[in-house]
Nanobody, 122 residues
Framework: VQLQASGGGLVQAGGSLSLSCAAS??????MGWFRQAPGKEREFVAA???????AYADSVKGRYTISRDNAKNTMYLQMNSLKPEDTAVYYC???????????????????WGQGTQVTVSS
């Protein structure tokens, strides 16, 4: 499974950005987004199983929306009402092909895309 993330950038506080993660290779059920700010551990942002079941970190709930288009093998993260504390490198990830359960631990994800920088200015 190969993952390719795109869509980061610089935005002012209160603005919006959209990230995409294109998957190739074997099909996977569970995909997610994590982020890592300088000097901090990688943290869970959101995940989706299939096209229906989703989970969000409390810090982004109500502001971020994760979605997926299986026909395009692509996962999306719509980020609204961005805050400076959302600044981080965002990574997309996937669990093993036979796994359907969402996990909030980065250790549960076997496949990772390259990170994309999201910077929110105050």
């Amino acid at each position: 499974v190969q993952l390719q993330a795109s869509g980061g950038g610089l935005v002012q506080a209160g603005g919006s950005l959209s990230l995409s993660c294109a998957a190739s290779g074997r099909s996977v059920n569970v995909m997610g987004w994590f982020r890592q700010a300088p000097g901090k551990e990688r943290e869970f942002v959101a995940a989706i199983s299939g096209e229906t079941y989703t989970a969000y970190a409390d810090s982004v709930k109500g502001r971020y929306t994760i979605s997926r288009d299986n026909a395009k093998n692509t996962m999306y993260l719509q980020m609204n009402s961005l805050k400076p504390e959302d600044t981080a490198v965002y990574y997309c990830a996937a669990r093993g092909p036979s796994i359907t359960v969402i996990s909030r631990s980065h250790r549960a994800y076997s496949y990772w895309g390259q990170g994309t920088q999201v910077t929110v200015s105050s």
